[in-house]
Nanobody
């Protein structure tokens, strides 16, 4: 099973940027689809972005389209979430996730991600 550790969270003013990282260890990381989710105060965890195991496909929640970029570096066993034009409503704990089924021909849907990191806090001030 893939072990996931997020980093890069912090406190940023609205309009600023952050880059989150998710370091993977365990089995061969490069064969798994990866994703980011977030959970804001008093809210349920929700999908943010996903990237296929090959890196060829990505998709995003409507709320972050055009602002966030999901990428992966297989050589570094790391997935990144570049967060730009941050808004106060982006404040949340951000979680990295993996779909434990490898080499899927179609990118995983949000409910298919089943391995989770512990999260990193992102706080956006006005």
């Amino acid at each position: 099973q893939v072990q996931l550790v997020e980093s890069g969270g912090g406190l940023v003013q609205a309009g600023g940027s952050l880059r989150l990282s998710c370091a993977a260890s365990g089995l061969t990381y490069s064969v798994y689809d990866m994703a980011w989710f977030c959970q804001g105060p008093g809210k349920e965890r929700e999908f943010v972005a996903a990237i296929s195991w090959s890196g060829d496909s990505t998709y995003y929640a409507d709320s972050v389209k055009g602002r966030f970029i999901n990428s992966r570096d297989s050589a570094e066993n790391t997935v990144y979430l570049q967060m730009n034009s941050l808004k106060t409503e982006d404040t949340a704990v951000y979680y990295c996730a993996a779909d434990s089924i490898p080499l899927k021909p179609q990118i995983s849907l949000p409910h298919e991600f089943d391995s989770w990191g512990r999260g990193t806090q992102v706080t956006i001030s006005s």
